[in-house]
């Protein structure tokens, strides 16, 4: 009887080699399992509200409804996004003024993104020092993202007009040039208009995105770089940017999506010019000037998948450079 207890000790002492992986696996299972119970409610509620006018949209973007008599429509199929009758073409996507506003809308977000990150980072640099009147300061920078965007419009629209506006006279008192520019009619100068305002408005949210990841880092870190005769360059580039990256990538993906379907800012400011039109825009004009509620419906389907593949990339990337920084590790 003792010879079969001690037999069975050391087997009952040893656990499988797959048992903690296999106690990890199931740990993550229930939590994973627990956080789609909780985010159920939001995603039950999120698809009710934005799942219904997107199924809409995607429905009338087939047909040839106008907008006055949204009930009397034909089945068209992919006329309204690319058909081809005797030799020419036709739809959304063979309208070079979609191209057109495609173009802009690119170029406004890489534009307008990459500096609101670069003053962002100025600004959350300077607000976590310490300082008199930090507080101040950091309420400050909020006001530009508290103005409603149409109010910004309207202002930085005042500020640009080429006979009295400050930038003008600004401009000219440093003699920067020569004569007045018309900055919204100008269509080589209207597009930098929008992504002035656009950056003067939105920097305070990148700022406080990366303010906020900022001051998640232990100064003991810095204390140990300095320590070990790092510079400013060297601490920035190997301990905060890579401690704010995923809070970086969070507000990107957010400006960018944000920025790839602007249409207030431009609609009054430029009064939606062909030289500034947007794909959002675009979509409007569609439905609304011309009354084309299955092209506009298409265009705007078009812009949607535009949005979220860029979103999809974005978050794909995250994801693989979070797991090759886990397989380093």
Request: hydrophobic fraction near 55%.
């Amino acid at each position: 009887m003792s010879h079969n207890s001690e037999s069975l000790l050391p087997s009952a002492a040893v656990a499988p080699p797959t048992a903690a992986p296999r106690r990890k696996r199931s740990l993550q299972q229930r939590r994973a399992r627990a956080a789609w119970v909780l985010v159920a409610p939001a995603l039950i509620l999120l698809f009710a509200v934005a799942g219904w006018p997107l199924i809409r949209t995607l429905f009338y973007s087939f047909t040839d409804a106008a907008m006055d008599t949204p009930e009397e429509y034909n089945f068209v199929g992919l006329a309204n996004y690319l058909d081809f009758a005797e030799g020419d073409s036709f739809g959304v996507l063979a309208d070079p003024l979609w191209w057109q506003a495609v173009g802009n809308t690119l170029w406004f977000t890489a534009c307008s993104v990459s500096l609101e990150l670069f003053f962002g980072m100025l600004l959350a640099l300077l607000m976590n020092e310490k300082f008199r009147g930090q507080g101040i300061v950091r309420a400050a920078i909020l006001v530009p993202w508290a103005i409603p965007t149409i109010v910004t419009a309207k202002m930085w629209g005042w500020m640009f007009h080429d006979q009295y506006g400050v930038v003008n006279d600004l401009l000219l008192r440093f003699a920067l040039i020569e004569t007045p520019l018309a900055w919204i009619a100008e269509p080589t100068l209207s597009m930098w208009a929008v992504v002035i305002a656009d950056v003067w408005k939105t920097v305070p949210f990148m700022a406080l995105m990366l303010l906020a990841a900022l001051q998640m880092i232990p100064s003991d870190l810095y204390e140990a770089a300095r320590v070990d005769g790092a510079n400013a360059w060297q601490r920035f580039r190997r301990i905060t940017l890579p401690l704010i990256m995923p809070a970086m990538i969070v507000a990107l993906i957010f400006r960018v999506m944000d920025a790839l379907r602007v249409f207030d800012l431009i609609y009054v400011l430029t009064s939606n010019s062909e030289a500034t039109i947007s794909i959002s825009g675009y979509a409007r004009e569609q439905m609304v000037s011309f009354q084309e509620m299955g092209v506009g419906s298409a265009a705007s389907v078009l812009v949607f998948m535009m949005v979220a593949g860029i979103a999809a990339c974005f978050l794909w990337i995250n994801r693989f450079s979070h797991e090759g920084k886990e397989a380093r590790e």
